[in-house]
């Protein structure tokens, strides 16, 4: 408010002293030019000035780099003020040149900061008391904005407690739309740039309503698409595959499988066991499928190593979160414990209101659950009909929201739409090796799976990630290899 008061007062000034008339007649033409470039100038210096408040000199064990970070509130809200935290990450190379980028993570209720940002695709991760350099960074192709949504999560917090007693997916996307309009007031210089709303799992429900109120209150973004990835998008669909995926993989056995399939509906099991109305066969199944699982597999990724030191939380409802070899398996761990350092919070600018601990996933949020059951994938359409390009990827090891399910959802969603397959299903690669599979629909419709990645997918395949996430922002195709001259046989010789 302070800043467009001040660059009103600097326009009328500059205004009236060079369009008055003088003796000779109106000033020259270009004095109107002049205006317009003299008053954006003093729009982005005020802008520049009200965010020096939130520049990160350098974190604690960061190593150099030559980008620019920022982090601190924003603040919304009438009496009921609520304090949103955000991190800021400038592009690594060119970064007036590339889009902006907002990222949610899922939950509901879990961190854009400790998920995204300091496990997943952010330019740096824990390691120890140091941080080292995410070679992935999605940084490398766009500035980033990670934003811990909605209050209650993380650092961001409500000056009155009562708001977390019920918080639902409409009171989460009018904040984050209010967020993001005094956001672009902090920072104008990106409010006409290319924007991307990207995030996982429930972000299938947070990243499309937000871009839906985007547009339906002709909020002045250049917004361009949306991806998200391993998304809750219809409730019934996307549980009703857990039990396919569980039993192809071998985690399951075939007698738990059908029985399983033919007395338990997984898709009413969370409401049914909330409401007690849950079975006592259906129940002894679960125990069942429960005891084949083995608590020691990681159903957000069924492939890799677990983190023993903790079963690390990705949300309140679904489950956890796992990597691969190479990759630090207990990274949320650490990110934990480093942004729980009193050195760490004072360099972001942060403060825990309310709560002892920053953790992964809020501890004081009472989200409406039976948000999980409204169904996302009509807004998509939605989405793709308003002209914006909508991408779905899958990690294909995630047995919490399988693939399988999320693939069939967008099938459907381009057939309503009426969508001719403009690239057919097959491999796209990443050095020479098949990242995963990929099909488009019209010039706005995509779905991809990134091959061996988890429930974060950025986080257990980081390099396909960031090709992914770089063709995407890039409005490039996935590149599909064409370098093989002699076809190989897909059958495997038994000799």
């Known amino acids: 408010m302070v800043m467009n008061m001040m660059v009103e007062k600097y326009m009328r000034a500059f205004l009236f002293s060079h369009t008055t008339h003088t003796d000779h007649g109106a000033q020259p033409w270009w004095w109107s030019v002049l205006a317009v470039i ?4 003093i729009y982005v210096a005020a802008g520049k000035a009200q965010n020096q408040g939130d520049k990160i000199v350098s974190l604690p064990g960061q190593p150099k780099v030559s980008f620019q970070q920022y982090s601190g509130y924003i ?14 990450v400038e592009a690594e190379t060119e970064p007036a040149s590339k889009p902006l980028v907002l990222w949610l993570n899922g939950g509901p209720g879990c961190s854009s900061l400790g998920a995204g940002a300091f496990s997943e695709h952010g330019p740096f991760q824990p390691s120890g008391n ?27 917090y409500s000056a009155n407690k009562s708001f977390y007693e019920s918080v639902d997916d409409e009171m989460t996307a009018r904040d984050n739309l209010n967020f ?19 995030g996982e799992s429930y972000g299938g429900h947070y990243v499309p309503q937000l871009a839906n109120l985007i547009i339906q209150s002709k909020a002045k973004f250049n917004l361009k698409g949306i991806a998200i990835g391993n998304p809750l998008l219809e409730f019934n669909t996307d549980f009703n595959s857990r039990a396919e995926f569980l039993w192809s993989h071998g985690l399951i056995s075939d007698a738990t499988y059908y029985q399983f ?28 499928v429960s005891s084949e699982i083995s608590r020691f597999i990681d159903t957000y990724d069924v492939t890799l190593d677990v983190c023993l030191s903790s079963v690390m939380l990705q949300a309140e409802v679904l489950n956890q979160v796992q990597d691969q070899p190479k990759i630090d398996v207990c990274v ?39 948000n999980l059951e409204i169904p996302t994938i009509g807004i998509l359409g939605s989405l793709v009909k308003s002209g914006i390009r909508v991408l779905v990827y899958s990690g294909d090891q995630d047995s919490v929201l399988p693939l399988t399910g999320t693939r069939a959802l967008v099938n459907g969603l381009a057939k309503d ?17 098949v990242a995963g599979w990929t099909q488009s629909y019209g010039e706005l419709l995509s779905f991809a799976t990134i091959r061996g990645a988890s429930h974060e997918a950025p986080f257990s395949q980081p390099e396909r990630s960031l090709v992914l996430f770089s063709s995407f922002v890039g409005g490039k195709p996935l590149p599909r290899f064409n370098g093989i001259t002699k076809e190989r046989s897909s059958f495997v010789r038994l000799i």
């Open 38 to 41: 003299f008053v954006l100038q």
């Open 180 to 198: 993001l309009e005094k956001w672009f007031d902090k920072f104008p210089e990106y409010k006409n740039r290319e924007f991307y709303i990207t």
């Open 75 to 88: 603040v919304i809200g009438g009496k009921q003020q609520r304090s949103y935290f955000y991190y800021f």
């Open 261 to 288: 399939t033919s007395v338990c509906n997984y898709s009413q099991i969370r409401r049914q066991a909330a409401s007690g109305a849950l079975t006592p066969v259906c129940s002894r199944v679960i125990k069942l």
């Open 332 to 370: 949320e761990d650490e990110a934990n414990a480093y942004l729980n350092r009193k050195d760490v919070q004072q360099a972001l600018h942060a403060r825990l209101v309310g709560v002892n601990t920053w953790s992964i996933c809020s501890d004081v949020l009472h989200y409406e659950m039976q």
């Open 417 to 433: 739409l009426r969508l001719n397959t403009s690239e057919s299903y097959g491999a796209w690669f990443e050095e020479r090796q």
């Open 130 to 156: 140091v941080l080292v350099r995410n070679n992935y960074s999605w940084n490398k192709a766009a500035n980033m904005l990670y934003l811990e949504s909605p209050a209650g999560v993380g650092f961001s």
